[in-house]
């Protein structure tokens, strides 16, 4: 056991800063939640491998602080992207109260991550569920309604898993995760898991929340929002199938494909950016589902570099919005000569999520695929020496080159700007924004350092089935392989693609049978409410008038009789139609 102070979970200093930013005035609230993250960066970096604080919790042992090498490295850049984004937020006139808001997600999603057991852990996912929901309600406007559905799927999700959490309870005896370290016991259990944590992490079909909610807020908002709920839905993926599971690799596979299809119909930037969240997270859940070494270290591999590049694309995004005032991709244009620290930014992150050579997408994104081919089924669908799950990945991998081609040639080389003046992004923008691409390109090169933050070793035969080397000529050609088709397909899809307006997700299915199902229920209920209460108002006038004149009682009956005989007579009618008499 470290000392007390070690020993500390980074939640409670990220919460206490939350409350300060926001009673601190803006300039104060946002340094105090800047100089916090960024000594919890570093107390995360520090604290020792098998750190940990036990405890009761609700009359259970609990583990309220576990440190292993899956939690440090989302731990890690959790912390780390929540200081650059108090700071993009300062410079994008976000007031305190939504930065406490934001500190108050942060950690409840350090609270989760840093759990050594399940009900810590639920506690602290239902509260990242909550606090999430303000920070996008605080905004006001579409973003009520949309936070008012993001906060209905996410207590669905949330007590599915907790339904699981508390059958693998009943099952191993024990909410520790070193009870079962095989993940979640029983069939029921599991299935109870993965649809509850596939609503965070975007399963398909569950997934609509992501581009209905993170367009909405303050823009500084978006950044936040699109770091902590899929990723630590990744990470509580592992939790529940630290061995993999079959379904949950090509449920991976198939979010790459269609989270990118998706995302180039996409007009909205935000929207599109969103989408490519579900497309990215795909290749993670896809990690964890294959179940090997080289996978899981793949997949929080790809945790960590996607926060830094999606947070990137997000501030990017949010520079536009804050020069220009405007989402849309068909009425923006030629910003890169307004804008060039802003469009060198975006080239980096979209060449980084798109999985380039020499960016850090590459790095990441290669291993996974490297896994899907070498330590899993072939499944069935192979083409050539490809299989079913490394296809899919491909073809997300083409889909992603395609969707930021458009994004990049519509918002930032078509055509000249038209709106009004613009100027380049305020300088705290452009500083947080090159300080992450600088990572983005860093972490590329220098896929050493990468691998060492990885849960297991990709180099080490000891530790892998198959060992990883980055820059290998297959490698490269495949990764320029895929640009090139990507840059083809833009050329032949461009005019098809410049006439898509907006495009219905599953969400414009559900929420209306939703809403008037609900409605239909509710007045439903109140209508038999009311004619019962008619009836036994009736009655007791009924039997109020034969008190008062025994002569009634006769009519009374009579009445009761002849309503009875009607009723018998069409209840009888009903039920020998139905072939039951």
Same mark, same amino acid.
């Given at each position: 056991?470290?000392?007390?102070?070690?020993?500390?979970?980074?939640?409670?200093?990220?919460?206490?800063?939350?409350?300060?930013?926001?009673?601190?005035?803006?300039?104060?609230?946002?340094?105090?939640?800047?100089?916090?993250?960024?000594?919890?960066?570093?107390?995360?970096?520090?604290?020792?491998?098998? *750190?940990?604080?036990?405890?009761?919790?609700?009359?259970?042992?609990?583990?309220?602080?576990?440190?292993?090498?899956?939690?440090?490295?989302?731990?890690?850049?959790?912390?780390?992207?929540?200081?650059?984004?108090?700071?993009?937020?300062? $410079?994008?006139?976000?007031?305190? /109260?939504?930065?406490?808001?934001?500190?108050?997600?942060?950690?409840?999603?350090?609270?989760?991550?840093?759990?050594? &057991?399940?009900? *810590?852990?639920?506690?602290?996912?239902?509260?990242?569920?909550?606090?999430?929901?303000?920070?996008?309600?605080?905004?006001?406007?579409?973003?009520?309604?949309?936070?008012?559905?993001?906060?209905?799927?996410?207590?669905?999700?949330?007590?599915?898993?907790?339904?699981?959490?508390?059958?693998?309870? #009943?099952?191993?005896?024990?909410?520790? @995760?070193?009870?079962?370290?095989?993940?979640?016991?029983?069939? %029921?259990?599991?299935?109870?898991?993965?649809?509850?944590?596939?609503?965070?992490?975007?399963? !398909?079909?569950?997934?609509?929340?992501?581009?209905?909610?993170?367009?909405?807020?303050? !823009?500084?908002?978006?950044?936040?929002?699109?770091?902590?709920?899929?990723?630590?839905?990744?990470?509580?993926?592992?939790?529940?199938?630290?061995?993999?599971?079959?379904?949950?690799?090509?449920?991976?596979?198939?979010?790459?494909?269609?989270?990118?299809?998706?995302?180039?119909?996409?007009?909205?930037?935000?929207?599109?950016?969103?989408?490519?969240?579900?497309?990215?997270?795909? =290749?993670? #859940?896809?990690?964890?589902?294959?179940?090997?070494?080289?996978?899981?270290?793949?997949?929080?591999?790809?945790?960590?570099?996607? %926060?830094?590049?999606?947070?990137?694309?997000?501030? *990017?995004?949010?520079?536009?919005?804050?020069?220009?005032?405007?989402?849309?991709?068909? =009425?923006?244009?030629?910003?890169?000569?307004?804008?060039?620290?802003?469009?060198?930014?975006? *080239?980096?992150?979209?060449?980084? %999520?798109?999985?380039?050579?020499?960016?850090?997408?590459?790095?990441?994104?290669?291993?996974?695929?490297?896994?899907?081919? =070498?330590?899993?089924?072939?499944?069935?669908?192979? #083409?050539?020496?490809?299989?079913?799950?490394?296809?899919?990945?491909? !073809?997300?991998?083409?889909?992603?080159?395609?969707?930021?081609?458009? +994004?990049?040639?519509?918002?930032?080389?078509?055509?000249?700007?038209?709106?009004?003046?613009?100027?380049?992004?305020?300088?705290?923008?452009?500083?947080?924004?090159?300080? #992450? $691409?600088?990572?983005?390109? +860093?972490?590329?090169?220098?896929?050493?350092?990468?691998?060492?933050?990885?849960? @297991?070793?990709?180099?080490?035969?000891?530790?892998?089935?198959?060992?990883?080397?980055? =820059?290998?000529?297959?490698?490269?050609?495949?990764?320029?392989?895929?640009?090139?088709?990507?840059?083809?397909?833009?050329?032949?899809?461009?005019?098809?693609?410049?006439?898509?307006?907006?495009?219905?997700?599953? &969400?414009?299915?559900?929420?209306?049978?939703?809403?008037?199902?609900?409605?239909?229920?509710?007045?439903?209920?109140?209508?038999?409410?009311?004619?019962?209460?008619?009836?036994?108002?009736?009655?007791?006038? /009924?039997?109020?008038?034969?008190?008062?004149?025994?002569?009634?009682?006769?009519?009374?009956?009579?009445?009761?009789?002849?309503? !009875?005989?009607?009723?018998?007579?069409?209840?009888?009618?009903?039920?020998?139609?139905?072939?039951?008499?």
């Amino acid at each position: 056991m470290a000392s007390a102070l070690t020993a500390l979970p980074p939640v409670v200093v990220v919460l206490a800063a939350a409350l300060v930013t926001g009673v601190a005035g803006r300039r104060l609230g946002h340094l105090v939640g800047g100089l916090t993250t960024a000594l919890v960066t570093a107390w995360i970096w520090l604290l020792p491998e098998g *750190t940990h604080l036990t405890g009761t919790l609700f009359g259970f042992d609990a583990v309220f602080l576990r440190v292993d090498p899956f939690s440090r490295v989302v731990g890690l850049v959790f912390a780390f992207i929540a200081t650059v984004a108090v700071g993009y937020s300062w $410079a994008t006139d976000a007031n305190e /109260r939504q930065t406490a808001y934001a500190l108050t997600y942060v950690g409840s999603s350090l609270g989760a991550v840093f759990a050594g &057991d399940w009900l *810590t852990m639920v506690v602290w996912w239902e509260l990242m569920a909550v606090t999430s929901t303000i920070l996008v309600w605080d905004y006001g406007g579409e973003a009520v309604r949309a936070g008012f559905r993001y906060a209905v799927l996410h207590g669905i999700g949330g007590s599915l898993v907790l339904g699981a959490v508390a059958w693998h309870y #009943v099952e191993v005896g024990s909410f520790l @995760f070193s009870a079962a370290p095989g993940g979640m016991v029983g069939t %029921i259990p599991q299935l109870l898991a993965a649809i509850g944590i596939g609503v965070n992490v975007g399963f !398909i079909g569950l997934h609509a929340w992501l581009p209905d909610t993170y367009p909405r807020p303050h !823009i500084a908002a978006s950044v936040f929002l699109c770091v902590y709920t899929t990723k630590t839905g990744v990470y509580a993926m592992y939790r529940a199938f630290p061995e993999g599971h079959l379904w949950i690799a090509y449920m991976g596979g198939a979010m790459a494909v269609f989270g990118a299809a998706a995302a180039l119909l996409q007009n909205d930037m935000r929207r599109l950016l969103s989408y490519h969240i579900q497309s990215q997270v795909g =290749y993670m #859940v896809a990690g964890v589902g294959i179940g090997s070494a080289l996978a899981q270290a793949g997949a929080f591999g790809h945790v960590f570099n996607h %926060i830094l590049y999606k947070s990137l694309l997000f501030m *990017t995004a949010g520079a536009v919005v804050y020069r220009t005032g405007e989402e849309n991709l068909k =009425y923006l244009g030629g910003l890169a000569r307004k804008m060039p620290v802003t469009a060198a930014a975006f *080239t980096v992150a979209a060449l980084s %999520i798109a999985g380039f050579p020499g960016f850090n997408g590459f790095v990441s994104k290669g291993i996974v695929i490297s896994a899907s081919h =070498y330590t899993f089924v072939k499944g069935p669908l192979v #083409v050539g020496d490809v299989y079913t799950l490394e296809l899919l990945l491909l !073809i997300g991998g083409v889909g992603t080159f395609l969707s930021f081609i458009k +994004f990049g040639y519509y918002a930032f080389l078509h055509g000249p700007w038209e709106g009004d003046a613009v100027t380049p992004a305020p300088r705290a923008q452009q500083t947080a924004m090159v300080l #992450v $691409a600088g990572l983005c390109v +860093f972490y590329g090169v220098f896929d050493g350092a990468l691998f060492g933050l990885l849960p @297991f070793d990709v180099t080490d035969e000891a530790v892998v089935a198959h060992v990883y080397h980055t =820059y290998t000529v297959p490698h490269v050609i495949e990764g320029l392989a895929l640009a090139a088709a990507g840059v083809v397909g833009f050329a032949v899809l461009k005019k098809p693609l410049s006439t898509v307006g907006r495009v219905p997700d599953v &969400d414009a299915g559900y929420n209306p049978l939703v809403f008037y199902g609900t409605r239909a229920l509710v007045v439903g209920v109140t209508e038999t409410y009311a004619a019962v209460d008619r009836v036994a108002v009736g009655l007791a006038d /009924r039997a109020a008038a034969v008190r008062a004149d025994p002569a009634a009682l006769s009519r009374f009956r009579a009445n009761i009789g002849g309503s !009875i005989f009607i009723l018998m007579v069409v209840l009888g009618g009903v039920l020998a139609w139905l072939g039951i008499v």
